[in-house]
């Protein structure tokens, strides 16, 4: 019998790479989604990876708790990923309270369901570089103390709190990724890079004329999705869970993001990004810059894909969406 898997969150984007390299490695993926009025679920991500049809996706939500604990007992998983969150930084600020519940309590609710009912079951949190917020330290790694900026950074820390303190107290084998960004085609419009890339994509093919941007100066370690969920599947391999950092060590800016993708069209940003006050963020969080020695030296994991090769393949695939319309 292959291991069996519980993805939340596995129609995001991350969600959906991972299922993809889960499913290569003979897992059996059971993937958590909320079910919406307009479609039983929204699978596009899955579908675009084409391992929709090999995922059993049931329905739940990690803010019910008693669902949490039904689909843990029923499904009996080996390993459970919990990428489920309300997780763009914008909106937490007009969203404070949604966003504790699903990003933070939702983490106590899955953590509680696997003490309970399948304690030898392996837990991945996925948390964010967002909780290092006013950064404390040039570089940030494991150790470095966090200050979070946002709602949803003040709620993914409760969220890695947590997650240690269940290690501790009750021996789970519980671990925490410190993402920093990561970015794909499957990258959700509301996210810079990929506003970004399929704005470049509907000016170059006349859509429209202008990018309307916040802080261009503000400066994050970009990274692929593809490489990143490969390291959340390591560290569950590991005899001893532990939190790891994971980030390319490269930073860069928002302009510099554009640059790339404008340049990759042969146009000149300057020509087309309007800075927009409406997209600053209340309190902005000027640079994050990771330190992955941990994760290189533990895990055996390295990026394989850098920030240009992942703006260009994000850029291409947005080409191909502006010409269908």
Known sequence: MGRRALITGITGQDGAYLAALLLGQGYEVVGLARRSSSAEFACHRLERLGVASDVKLVDGDIVDLSSVVRLVGEHGPDEIYNLAAQSFVHAS????ILTGQVTGIGVTNLLEAVRIVNPKARFYQASSSEMYGRVQAPIQSETTPFYPRSPYAVAKLYGHWITVNYRESFGLHASSGILFNHESPLRGLEFVTRKITNGVA?????????????NLAARRDWGH??????AMWLMLQQDVPGDFVVATGR??????VCRI?????GLDM?????TDAQYLRPAEVDTLL???TKAR???????????????????EADLKIAASV
């Open 225 to 230: 999705a593809r490489d990143y969920v490969r």
């Open 202 to 214: 509907r000016i170059k093919k006349g859509l429209q004329r202008e990018l309307r941007l916040g």
């Open 251 to 256: 930073a860069a800016s928002v302009a510099d």
């Open 270 to 274: 300057n020509d087309h990004i309007v």
């Open 297 to 315: 030296d533990v895990l055996g994991w390295t990026p394989q894909i850098t920030l240009e090769e992942m703006i260009v393949e994000m850029v």
């Open 290 to 292: 990771g330190d992955a």
């Open 93 to 96: 600020f007009t969203q404070p």
């Open 261 to 265: 993708a404008f340049g990759h069209v």
